[in-house]
DNA sequence: CAATACCGTGAGAGCGCTCTCACGCCCTCA
DNA sequence: TGAGGGCGTGAGAGCGCTCTCACGGTATTG
């Protein structure tokens, strides 16, 4: 392996180039107060040393380390395959490219760690955190948001907090989106498969439900709730059709119960979207490949991760950011509805 | 907005409890030269100050700064619903969890931002990388290696460089486990679906098929090149059936491109696994869901994802690593074959 | 009992950078 | 011609921490 050759530092380039550690630190902060020549003499001086400039040092004078935490939530390997987590990993890391910001990912799953990161953000290891996702009573974003951290949370808290920042996509209105189109075909049945009743996504789309089915002045149609699984969506499609064995549509608050319902339609001999017409929520990769392919409603993640990321920053910069964000929805028409 | 109030100091502390900064930097390094009680007071001192060590400071005294890179070279949002790349992500986290170790997160798409890597990493802001897939032709890994950075890249790179170390699954094994299965079923005409040449993933499994075959004594089949996409699954298979209208079995060297067989054969009449039985690779979600169900070959990626945190870490401790490592495939048995 | 060892502690020198302040220079203006 | 005002530059004081070194005190040894 080979010897970690001593770095330069600001005094080797200082020194190569006969002029003051201030100079060499003013080129490298672009600053306009030097002239050319020290200027371009500098920076090949640099270029020649191959200087990179230390970033701790740097960064334990201006209290600014230009990197932020991504704090996740989600526990366990069972939810490796998350593709909405992954959605907003990405999306984040590619809001970040060009501004020069680090992104940190933090696994926060228990309560130690979540004191533990609370530590580790006034550590000054990151200017600000996104929290990726809301989960009811959760006390961190107070718990930031009164250290002084700069916060963005992805999804409506359950309550209001205030000074909280944060960027949710409209599930009402996907709610109801997916609803009208259900109305539009002619549906006059319609049951939904809604989510957990603590999430705020999942009683946003319930809500969603039925202001169009009041709307279309259709009557309230029957509701089973799911835990957002595959095998959830099986028992709530069971339940429903038992329940109301005449129901024509019925709308899954996310793909995976869609799936699920799927499952238990064909199961019990009911054509989609013949006799059952099925609209889910979140386009998943599956969603394309179901028999018959899923209608459903697609959130704007790479928008969401980016907002957030940009209200941090601003944030982060000391200006002051306008209050919550709701991003729209889009329905994506398939064959299943 | 709270006002960033004042962080306590080594030095508050330390006056606070009426020793020297050296004493409370030693209680909190966990020196064993502290008396006891000393230590009880600064403990007492330090969380009733809710004092918090500045990483800054720390790192730059120390040259180390406790976290480490994951480098991504997936490009674009096509591929954010990757799911291969979301499970080494938060493998990776995980098993970063209670190291004290942080994972910073680095889309490294295009040259330039390789370039910048390099620099990003010698201004020694993280311990060490992690290179998440290895592409062709890619100089980063010799780039970082040559620098003297602890790098541990994940898949084999397609030529040997010195002083690499690398974790992969063992292909050429998985891809022989998959044939095996066909070969094992009584399949006689079994054809593969190869992923592109340039990747060593692919040919691995490819030299894994003809090993299968062989042993077994079977003359070798028809070989249809792929991209790993569905589609291009779907025209490899449509491929296949043109030269070999007779084949029972099909190997496809990922589960997308088995996914687009299965159509490609559904749309040609055949049935699966009767008339053609068909096995994947890698285990996607979506391969418990396709009509049948996939048959495919699991690869360990959470204890690939340990197995690099491991090994870097013990680089980054200076102490030297055993070669590269491969890690044993799973066969998952399902429905398509 | 003197010599030695060790142990807990404090003083202080940096780590590599930014930033304020002061200084000399040239240019402008009355 | 002298006062004033930039403008480019350098000196030097930290940022908060670790770590070496020295020192007094107690325990151990011949």
Not at 147 to 174: E, H
């Amino acid at each position: 392996m080979t010897e970690h050759r001593q770095q330069p530092t600001l005094d080797t380039v200082a020194a190569a180039a006969g002029v003051s550690r201030a100079t060499v630190s003013r080129v490298i902060n672009g600053s306009p107060r030097v002239s050319p020549e020290a200027k371009d003499l500098v920076d090949r001086i640099i270029a020649e040393l191959g200087y990179v400039p230390n970033r701790a040092a740097r960064s334990l004078v201006k209290r600014r380390t230009d990197s932020i935490a991504l704090v996740l939530r989600e526990p366990d390997a069972t939810v490796l395959a998350d593709p909405y987590l992954a959605s907003i990993i990405i999306a984040t890391s590619q809001a970040l490219t060009g501004t020069g910001v680090q992104l940190v990912l933090v696994n926060a799953q228990n309560d130690a760690e979540h004191e533990r990161l609370a530590d580790y953000v006034r550590s000054g290891h990151v200017d600000g955190v996104l929290l990726a996702s809301m989960h009811a009573d959760d006390p961190l974003p107070q718990v930031l948001i009164r250290a002084g951290v700069p916060t963005v949370v992805g999804g409506r808290p359950d309550r209001p907090i205030s000074g909280l920042v944060y960027v949710d996509s409209d599930n009402v209105g996907g709610g109801q989106l997916a609803t009208e189109r259900l109305v539009a075909a002619g549906r006059t049945r319609i049951a939904t498969i809604a989510g957990p009743p603590d999430m705020t996504a999942a009683t946003d789309r319930l809500t969603g439900y039925h202001r169009a089915l009041a709307r279309a002045g259709q009557a309230a149609g029957q509701v089973a709730y799911g835990r957002f699984t595959r095998t959830s969506g099986e028992q709530a499609m069971a339940e429903l059709l038992d329940r109301a064995a005449d129901l024509d549509a019925v709308f899954a608050a996310n793909d995976m119960m869609a799936v699920g319902a799927l499952r238990t339609l064909r199961a019990a001999g009911r054509r989609v979207p013949d006799d059952v017409a099925v609209v889910g929520y979140d386009d998943i990769e599956l969603a394309q490949h179901t028999e018959p392919a899923l209608t459903t409603i697609r959130q704007p993640i790479v928008e969401q991760a980016r907002t957030m990321t940009e209200l941090l920053l601003i944030q982060i910069g000391g200006h002051p950011t306008g209050g919550p964000v709701v991003l729209p929805t889009e329905l994506v028409e398939r064959d299943s509805a």
